[in-house]
């Protein structure tokens, strides 16, 4: 089964009314999960935004911001690294284990 990558955390934050910008995205919050059967790993960062990247809110290049977090952090690649370790690792058995007497 392939991985699957999904934005699952998008957070804006604003600066607060005493900022002369005020209502502005002064940074979000990115979390990506991946998916792979049972398997499942989740990483996220906070991205700052200065200068002409602090907008409102309905203004922000959304698909930028998330897949510029991904790859400046090599998520795809660390998720995966993740998810394969899990696989990898011991598991409880299913069956069923009579235990013995106490000698």
């Known amino acids: 089964m392939a991985i699957e990558y999904t934005f699952s955390r998008v957070e804006p934050n604003v ?13 979000v919050v990115v979390g990506m999960s991946a998916t792979d059967g049972e398997y ?13 990247a602090v907008v409102l809110p309905e203004d922000l290049d959304l698909s930028d911001i998330c897949n510029g977090a991904a790859d400046d952090g090599d998520w795809k690649v660390s998720l995966a690294a993740q998810i394969d370790s899990q696989k990898a690792a011991p598991h409880s058995w299913s069956g069923v284990v009579e235990a013995p007497a106490v000698d």
């Open 15 to 27: 600066n607060c009314d005493s900022d002369p910008d005020a209502g502005k995205v002064c940074s």
């Open 40 to 52: 499942g790993a989740y990483v996220d960062t906070t991205v700052a935004l200065t200068g002409v």
